[in-house]
């Protein structure tokens, strides 16, 4: 499976925007790219998802490099409840991994009043 | 909203006993996963289902195996529970691949085997 590499950790103030960067140099043409976070004591919860063009859903944006070796999670205005790991995630459409989950470390977002 | 509902929040077990995790999902999703997070290793896929009656090994399936009768239910089952197989299970489903959103978590089962 295709691996993807995060930051450890970010921190960020309340309301500032937050841009989450994830390399996946070895990304196939089929795999989607994921991101999901985990609040504390919770189960992961799905952010938002692209294979080519840049996405946008009322929690986020995700912004695809063109060569799709890299890609950025990005909130518009940080709040205390985001505040969370964040996973980017390969998934692909076909073959040995469709449908598959492989979580990494994740980043830990840490959001300061 | 899709719902994984996952049958305890919190379990204790004694050694050796058989231990069954129940997972629903309402919504009809055709694929459900069952993973286990521990501090430090993340989250571990240990086994998989893609339909009714079939299962697939994750990356971690020893000691472990599953039950999908529905569609709307998956089981994990410890057959013989050892002290490291305390853990966070959590359950999740989905609808299709990568090209599809929607892998719903539930909220995950805290189980410590004394």
């Known amino acids: 499976d295709a691996k993807t590499t995060q930051p450890n950790s970010m921190e960020s103030n309340e309301e500032e925007p937050v841009h989450l960067p994830c390399n996946h140099s070895?990304?196939?043409?089929?795999?989607?790219i994921h991101w999901y976070r985990q609040l504390p004591s919770q189960g992961p919860e799905y952010v938002i998802h692209g294979l080519t063009s840049n996405v946008n859903n009322r929690m986020a944006s995700l912004a695809i490099a063109e060569d799709r070796k890299s890609s950025t999670l990005i909130l518009h205005r940080a709040t205390l409840r985001d505040a969370a790991v964040y996973y980017c995630?390969?998934?692909?459409?076909?073959?040995?991994?469709?449908?598959?989950?492989?979580f990494g470390q994740g980043t830990i977002l840490t959001v300061h009043p | 909203d899709v719902k994984v509902t996952q049958s305890s929040r919190y379990l204790v077990k004694r050694t050796g006993e058989k231990v069954f995790l129940e997972c629903v999902q309402d919504?009809?999703?055709?694929?459900m996963f069952w993973y286990r997070q521990d501090p430090g290793l993340g989250l571990r896929l240990i086994y998989f289902?893609?339909?009714?009656?079939?299962?697939e090994k994750g990356d971690i399936p020893e000691g472990y195996s599953v039950s999908r009768e529905k569609k709307e239910r998956f089981s994990l089952i410890l057959e013989s529970a050892s002290t490291n197989q305390t853990s966070m299970y959590l359950c999740a489903s989905s609808l299709g691949g990568g090209d599809h959103y929607g892998y719903t978590f539930g909220s995950g089962t805290r189980l410590t085997v004394v």
């Open positions: 070895t990304i196939s043409g089929t795999d989607y």
């Open positions: 995630i390969l998934i692909g459409a076909g073959g040995t991994s469709y449908g598959k989950l492989t």
């Open positions: 919504m009809d999703h055709e694929n």
């Open positions: 289902s893609y339909d009714v009656k079939m299962k």
